[in-house]
């Protein structure tokens, strides 16, 4: 009666599922006693040809031991998350000039990170906000203290003039006001507006007594600005103000797993995960917290509908891994009681409305025919999107959407002329190369010789007129939409060249606009930063001395080609074998 962890393979060796037991003997049978056993563990069993088994002294031991061989093999049956989204954070560097920076991953642990996000788009626009407020800097200058002597000539950049920086590399300002500012920068960023504003206005009247009514002024801007953000904050716990709460509902093959990320008593995120093929609804939550932890920092409080099997060893897996005491608690009354009962119901509501799609794809078509008065089912759909740096890279997609559902062999990419620079130049040029094509290919009725039932693009009114204008001859007929976005970056509704519809959103048409129009923008981000890092790879291959295997050595340092356009002089000199004199010429050329 052994602790230890336990291998399903499939009959050609493949390992389908890797799990964890207090008794191993006991675990492993009920896999083969046939009462009350759920479709998905007949599923697993039914493609179990062999067993393998590691026995371990303690449950601890069993739980980082699966954690390993889950990371090695991937087995198709335990729950994987994938998000090809990522997660994103503030990054509190250390030092005496701290700065606050967007991040993708955790690298240096004597950085503070605030997160982790799932919208990077959230996380770069509260930074922004962050840094204007407190009028902190965004470059990479170096920073002088009031009583330092500085380089002569030395003039504060844009952002000075039009006060949203204090320019410390000018001496503008002192140390311990920029820390002070920082600090402030930091509360703000995890949710602390009501403490701060207090902050400030005690030192407000402090600087106003001194009759320091410049200082007085500055502090007051800073209050009416965190006043007009604070209005926009949604406070839903007073106890516990750090914590997240977890829950899940499973049905049929699926199950949907909720995270409510609440921190400063303000809920500030929400993550979504659907999990196909979770063999045992008992171990279910157990398995999603692992793999969930392993990706980011927890919280000091976790907060469960439901009591989990290995809670002690979880606890001292934190504790190990993070070296941070996180307390898991079941919610049984009050204030937790509704957190969780608000976060079961979204993950039983996103599950039915996921599976409530995946069913009626042709209901879904008939309905939008209603909405859009067409004159058939829109069988096949086209959808479009630009994306550029500037005047750089400018690109190009096209995805397809065959029933509903996405036809990945029939998308396309385009390279938009470097001489465009505007979204509806690109999309123009874009769809009239599009339709070119049709007319070399329409007797095929494969790729570019089909013809699409309608037309989406991601963009408003001024992208549909755009198209319209190149849409010659059969594609006359096509009708066009835009699927518009609110200031957040959210899909709203459609608009086309004589109207405008809303859009109910727990409507499935809805969804599959949603769906539309995430596919399109990731394909075409994607390829923009496809090409941005072939091009960046160019560039550092162009500079005397570096070769092919450095270009790989630095990628495998900063772990991503952004990360090297963005890093700072210090960070290249920390490679090995890079010298001081190489890492200042990539620095400047790059």
């Given at each position: ?34 009462k ?23 449950e601890?031991?069993?739980?980082v ?32 000039w ?11 642990v ?11 788009w ?12 407190f ?61 701060l ?48 709460v ?13 995270v ?5 008593g303000?809920?500030?995120d ?25 990706q980011?920092?927890?919280?000091s ?9 290995s809670?002690?060893v ?9 070296s ?22 979204n ?28 004159n ?17 890279d400018n ?28 979204d ?12 070119l ?43 066009v ?41 990731r ?10 890092k ?11 001395g ?8 630095l ?5 991503s ?19 001081k ?10």
């Amino acid at each position: 009666m052994s602790p230890g962890v336990y291998m399903m393979k499939s009959a050609c060796g493949e390992i389908i599922y890797v799990g964890k037991a207090r008794k191993l003997r006991n675990r492993v049978s009920q896999y083969f006693i046939k009462k009350n056993v759920s479709l998905k563990t007949e599923c697993l069993v039914s493609n179990t040809s062999d067993f393998s088994y590691v026995v371990t002294s303690s449950e601890f031991e069993a739980l980082v031991l699966e954690c390993s061989l889950i990371k090695n093999y991937l087995p198709r049956y335990n729950i994987l998350l994938k998000d090809d989204k990522g997660y994103s954070y503030i990054r509190v560097t250390g030092g005496i000039w701290p700065r606050l920076k967007f991040a993708k991953n955790v690298d240096t642990v004597n950085d503070e990170y605030i997160g982790p996000y799932t919208s990077s788009w959230i996380v770069r626009n509260s930074l922004d906000e962050a840094l204007k407020i407190f009028k902190l800097p965004v470059c990479n200058r170096n920073f002088y203290d009031t009583n330092e002597p500085k380089p002569k000539n030395l003039r504060p950049c844009l952002y000075f003039y039009i006060k949203q920086c204090d320019a410390p590399c000018c001496g503008k300002i002192s140390n311990k006001e920029f820390i002070d500012s920082t600090v402030s920068a930091v509360k703000f960023l995890k949710g602390s507006s009501r403490n701060l504003i207090k902050e400030l206005n005690l030192k407000m009247i402090k600087a106003a007594k001194k009759l320091d009514f410049e200082k007085a002024e500055k502090l007051k801007s800073k209050i009416l600005a965190l006043e007009n953000i604070k209005k926009k904050q949604n406070v839903v716990s007073i106890k516990i103000k750090d914590q997240d709460v977890i829950s899940f509902c499973i049905l049929e093959d699926t199950a949907c797993f909720e995270v409510f990320k609440i921190r400063n008593g303000s809920l500030i995120d929400e993550e979504v995960f659907f999990v196909n093929f979770a063999p045992s609804e008992n171990f279910a939550l157990d398995e999603f917290i692992t793999r969930y932890y392993e990706q980011f920092l927890p919280p000091s409080n976790i907060t469960l509908e439901i009591e989990l099997q290995s809670k002690e060893v979880l606890v001292k897996w934190f504790l190990d891994k993070y070296s941070r005491k996180v307390s898991i608690n079941v919610a049984r009354r009050g204030e937790q009681l509704r957190l969780v009962n608000l976060c079961k119901n979204n993950a039983q509501h996103n599950l039915l409305y996921r599976l409530s799609f995946k069913k009626n794809r042709y209901t879904i078509l008939d309905e939008l025919k209603k909405i859009l008065n067409l004159n058939k089912k829109p069988e096949y759909i086209e959808a479009y999107d630009v994306s550029n740096l500037g005047a750089e890279d400018n690109v190009g997609c096209m995805v397809v959407f065959k029933n509903a559902k996405p036809l990945k062999s029939a998308y396309k990419k385009f390279k938009i002329s470097d001489t465009v620079r505007n979204d509806y130049k690109s999309m123009r040029q874009m769809v009239s190369r599009r339709v070119l094509e049709y007319d070399k290919l329409k007797n095929t009725g494969v790729g570019f010789g089909k013809m699409p039932d309608i037309i989406f693009v991601d963009g408003g009114l001024g992208h549909v007129l755009a198209i319209k204008k190149v849409l010659k001859k059969d594609f006359s007929r096509v009708k066009v939409f835009g699927i518009k976005k609110d200031k957040k970056h959210k899909t709203v509704g459609l608009v086309s060249s004589t109207e405008e519809i809303q859009m109910v959103k727990t409507d499935c048409v809805f969804l599959l606009l949603e769906q539309i129009q995430n596919e399109v923008h990731r394909f075409t981000i994607n390829y923009n930063r496809s090409k941005r890092k072939n091009k960046l790879k160019s560039e550092l291959l162009s500079i005397k001395g570096i070769g092919p295997k450095t270009v790989q050595k630095l990628i495998r340092h900063f772990g991503s080609v952004e990360k090297i356009k963005d890093a700072e002089l210090k960070e290249f000199e920390a490679v090995s074998g890079l010298s001081k004199s190489l890492a200042k010429k990539i620095k400047a050329q790059i």
